[in-house]
């Protein structure tokens, strides 16, 4: 640190500016250095963000007065409660759940099928083709995806006008709209881990079970599936969360239905019971919570 | 295993029946955003200009363009200082907490949009008193942009490793020194790819967006949000739409072929 010290290099004396001096101070003091770092990113995602998730976490056991509609401190499970004995709160949960389970079931099987093809059948020339092409519509934005759907399922739209004619129709906008349309939004999400996780197994492992005499069926049942589980998991796991906090797909697609998403934002704006929201907000997260802990052991985690 | 060639054939139709169901919606807005009927009647009996005309005449879709390319800007810059502190602290220290440290950047972006966004609502209005608007925005953008800035600069500080800052001390170099010719230099197109990456995400942004502006705030995809349900301002929504989906990919694209040409040398 001869530099900055301020001594003589040669025959030229450097003074010590105020960066010398600052610089010389930090290089002397590297907790000094860490927390300078830290200090600024810390404080706004550990007091700000974090700070308001426990607030929310809070203002859930609050109630509000329905006559000044003033937040009352305290604990009270009455949000909690309500969520499930409400008829309109535990339909809603109840709906947004089935259609979670369902978007993720299908998603799982289409998933299947093409993660096979691209791991295990293309050439790696196709194979690097296919994983662009599932990439890219990632990368357009959710919200357009969503709107692209409202034409294709509108009654004047094209699944009207390839449907009508074989006697069937589109399901416009409905449950099953929705349904599609975030099945389409997240199938992406659900390839790629199965399709890393199918990438991983090898082709040997594949030959010596069927030279042991088993059938094609029998390697994909005991050799495959049990090696792709964390991969099909780790898919699940994103069609599962990102449908249970979703509410624009089915303002979009969905007419009149409601998801959990709805009563957040209903109660957040129009009704202003914020701690209502917050309870129905934590609903998901306590779900994705219990599915994470359920499937720590299959490894999944590994593959997000 | 043997795979019959049935199988190869059932397994190729389905991969390209799948491909093509991913691509028709956005090809339809594409389509639709030149179909002459108001109500995008399927198939279109014929094209114009005239949506693209007005979307670029109408003043309230340029405020909200230029509200998005702002609140991008401001949240990716904002996200390029805190996620390259934090990149550097957690690359270059061991120190208690370290793993809390990065579970808090993760989270914004792992929890469900709604989450954070009532999060940082009730934590604006209430807990800091401050009023919905453009800065609300950008704070709540540049949350959860954090993460894409942090995650690149983490893996090229770990990829440069320390011998290069250390020759620096040793030759003489003071901190600032250091990290402006030697540690900024080699992590700059690492920084970039994070900053687009930061940029697209905020571009896109609606529901944390929904919760953070406020009445006064349109950005471009809270307009869509307003504009699909209206009678005949459909049909400029998805010149909007096209629009989006071109400004989101061309900074996502650079940033891709950025990090992926940084991972073959």
Known sequence: ?304 | MRISKSAKVVLASITSLILTVIYLPLLIVFLNSFNSSVNMDWPPSSFTLIWWQKAFSSTGLIDALSTSLLVAACSTIVALVLGTLLAMALSRYKFYGKNSVSLMIILPIALPGIVTGIALNNAFRTMLGFQLGLATVILAHATFCIVTVYNNALARLNRMGKNMEEASADLGAGIFTTFRLVTLPQLVSALVAGGLLAFGLSFDEIIVTTFTAGGGVQTLPIWILDNMFRPGKAPIVNVVAVFMVIVSIIPIYFAQKLTSKETKN
Do not use: C
Not at chain 1, 246 to 256: C, L, Q, S
């Open chain 1, 1 to 304: 640190m001869a530099l900055n010290s301020g001594a003589k290099v040669g025959s030229e004396e450097i003074r010590p500016t105020f960066a010398h001096r600052i610089s010389t101070v930090l290089y002397s003091k590297p907790k000094l250095r860490l927390r300078l770092l830290l200090s600024a990113p810390v404080i706004w995602l550990g007091l700000v963000y974090i700070a308001a998730l426990l607030a929310l976490l809070i203002t859930a056991f609050y109630t509000v007065d329905s006559f000044t509609g003033n937040l009352q401190p305290g604990f009270a499970l009455t949000n909690f409660i309500s969520l499930f004995t409400d008829s309109l709160y535990s339909a809603v949960t109840l709906r947004t759940i089935g259609i979670a389970v369902g978007v993720t079931i299908i998603d799982v099987l289409l998933a299947l099928p093409i993660a096979f093809f691209m791991a295990k059948i293309a050439s790696p020339k196709l194979r690097g083709v296919l994983v662009i092409s599932i990439l890219m519509p990632l990368w357009a934005s959710y919200l357009v995806k969503a709107y692209a759907w409202r034409s294709v399922l509108s009654n004047v739209g094209i699944f009207a006008w390839l449907l009508r004619p074989i006697g069937l129709d589109t399901p416009g906008y409905s449950l099953s709209g929705a349904g599609i349309t975030l099945g389409y939004l997240w199938l992406p999400y659900v390839i790629l881990p199965i399709y890393s996780s199918l990438e991983k197994v090898p082709n040997n492992l594949l030959e010596a079970s069927s030279d042991l005499g088993s059938k094609t069926w029998g390697t994909i049942r005991r050799i495959v599936f049990p090696l792709i589980l964390p991969g099909i998991v780790a898919g699940s796991i994103f069609s599962f969360s990102l449908t249970l906090g979703d509410y624009i797909t089915i303002n979009i697609v969905g007419g009149a239905n409601q998801m959990l998403g709805n009563l957040v934002y209903t109660n957040v704006g129009v009704a202003n019971n914020l701690p209502m929201a917050a309870a129905i907000a934590l609903v998901p997260v306590i779900i994705m919570f219990g599915y994470l802990t359920a499937v720590r052991k299959t490894g999944a985690l590994d593959n997000l």
